[in-house]
């Protein structure tokens, strides 16, 4: 599908859409196909009781032939003071539904019919409803049979919005595109089978990715890894026949003076939760446990598509948490890569041991200007925000303004969670320096797993710890994608990039 954005509209549409806000009279083309057609726009529209222009409603019009067009297609906006970034991909995102039901093949979005008196900009309310779109239009079927597929079903072949602002829509979609292609590639990965993406598969794929559009892939296998000192990631991996790997990702798109960002993210191929192992009803949903990990890869791929200013070093731990004869134990005391030991308690809290190693391996290499690691880490944050907020911990209030603005900015929610010594307390062992369960475990389960990472960031280094178990995997189809990884934190992350750092 290709989605275009031009001053006139093209002759071949075989179907007009038009969007509306709420209360808005018909005007422009669409009175003119209205006067063309005898007035059944206006007869659909107001006699439909249905149709009541809410964000995403839609009325198709069958047109006669005598027009050139097949459909006429009325797009509810809702009430434009309201619209938003985020309101107007979700209404893109139903239309996109709409037009593949229909069997349109090719659309004209006609944004001249309209006042617009929402904050949001024509330009940036075009581009995000064509973003809506596209993705809304991604699928994983790459397991399905495809001789089952209808032959004659052709599918959307090419959308173009109409509007005066047709350039400076095209240049807003272009960033936000290379932000859906990253979003494309985590959902890809996060989609993916524990049998096919496991965490040597898993760096291959990254490899594949990424390299060609000249990002640097190293590699850490684990035997070198062992040797390093990675005690904390390693325990985690040594239950599965699959061995451990780190991936570290360079894109160097800014000055060479510039220090570079630094995103980590937990990379666990499949989270059975070891010999504390999980309930078997809906063990499946933990291939999703690399959630963090993918986001980081989509990350890098977004900047790496649009030639990014910017310098940026990704970094994920990949293992599969499995019980076995050799698996770490509850009990067992590991030490870290800083130097640092943990006592085990529980071998299903494995995500912050990951992260541990892998954001003291970034800092200490690569001396980030910022750190921000993303993680499905646990079940309490779900328990807390629900499946729409993202988790935010932070030890810095400027970056966390700035996270805040770009994650509104972006579409993609975020909530900010406390940290704090109360937590970190819980967090402190008996018998070791640390403890990866909290003393009260049953409460505030998001916050005591925060602040045992709190303490593996350098003092005054600016921090921020995502916690997207709740937000990693849409639970059922929504607008803007279907069931399955979401790619949460690509947005916001590319978004506070762009606004911040470039
Ligand atoms: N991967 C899970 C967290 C998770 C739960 C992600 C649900 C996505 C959906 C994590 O490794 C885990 O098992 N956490 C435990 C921690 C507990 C043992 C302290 C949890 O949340 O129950
Ligand atoms: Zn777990
Ligand atoms: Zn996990």
């Known amino acids: 599908m290709k989605i275009s954005f031009f001053n006139e509209l093209n002759e071949a549409t075989d179907t007009l859409v038009f969007p509306l806000f709420k209360g808005q009279a018909i005007k422009d083309a669409l009175a003119d196909l209205d006067t063309k ?21 839609v009325l198709v019009v069958r047109l006669p032939k005598s027009t050139g067009h097949r459909y006429a297609v009325l797009l509810g906006l809702g009430e434009d003071e309201k619209m938003s970034r985020d309101g107007a991909e979700t209404a893109g995102g139903k239309l996109y539904k709409t037009l593949k039901h229909l069997g349109a ?26 973003m809506g779109v596209n993705l809304s239009a991604y699928e ?6 495809k001789r089952d597929a209808d032959e004659d079903e052709k599918g959307v072949e090419a959308i173009d919005f109409i509007s005066s602002q047709a350039e400076s829509a095209s240049n807003a979609y272009i960033v936000l595109d290379a932000m ?14 524990p049998n096919v993406l496991y ?20 590699v850490l296998d684990d035997k070198k890894m062992v040797k390093m000192g990675m005690g904390a990631l390693m325990a985690v991996g040594q239950g599965s026949a699959r061995p451990a790997r780190m991936v570290i990702m360079r894109w160097n798109g800014g000055s060479p003076d510039q220090k570079p960002l630094g995103f980590v993210g937990k990379g666990v191929t499949f989270d059975t939760g ?33 030639n990014a200013p910017v310098n940026v070093v990704g970094a994920i731990g990949l293992v599969e948490n499995m019980p076995s004869d050799n698996a770490y134990r509850p009990a067992d005391i590991v030490k870290a890569y800083n130097g640092k030991t943990i006592e085990i308690l529980n071998t299903d809290a494995e995500g912050r041991l990951v992260l541990c190693d892998t954001l003291a391996y970034v800092q200490e290499q690569h001396d980030p200007e910022i750190v921000i690691d993303l993680a499905t880490l646990t079940g309490a944050i779900m328990v807390a925000l629900g ?6 911990f932070c030890n810095n209030d400027e970056l966390w303004a700035k996270m805040d603005a770009s994650g509104k900015h972006s579409g993609e929610k975020l909530w900010r969670m406390p940290l704090g010594d109360n937590f970190s307390e819980e967090m402190k062992s008996k018998v070791a320096d640390y403890r990866n369960l909290g003393t009260v475990a049953r409460y505030g389960g998001a916050s005591t797993a925060a602040a045992f990472l709190e303490f593996f960031i350098d003092k005054d280094r600016p ?7 709740g937000t990693a995997w849409a639970h059922k189809d929504k607008p803007t994608g279907p069931m399955g990884g979401t790619g949460a934190g690509v947005r916001a992350l590319h978004q506070l990039i762009v606004d911040h750092y470039e």
């Open 274 to 306: 070891g010999i504390s192992i999980k309930p078997a009803a809906q063990m499946d949903l933990m291939k999703m446990d690399m959630g963090g990990s993918a986001a980081v890869c989509g990350l890098m791929y977004s900047l790496a598509l649009r």
């Open 37 to 57: 057609t005898d007035g059944l726009i206006a007869t659909h529209y107001e006699e439909n009781k249905q149709f009541k222009c809410k964000l995403g409603d």
């Open 463 to 469: 921090w921020a710890h995502m916690d997207i178990a």
């Open 105 to 130: 093949e090719h659309i004209g979005v006609m944004m001249e019919q309209g006042l617009n008196d929402s904050d949001l900009p024509m330009d940036a309310l075009i581009a995000h409803l064509a």
């Open 180 to 193: 859906a292609q990253g979003v494309f590639f985590a959902r890809d990965l996060v989609n993916e089978p």
């Open 199 to 218: 965490p040597e598969s898993y760096a291959e794929m990254v490899k594949e990715k990424l390299k060609p559009l000249g990002v640097q892939v190293e």
């Open 387 to 392: 499946t729409e907020y993202t988790g935010v």
């Open 140 to 145: 994983f079927d790459k397991y399905k049979d």
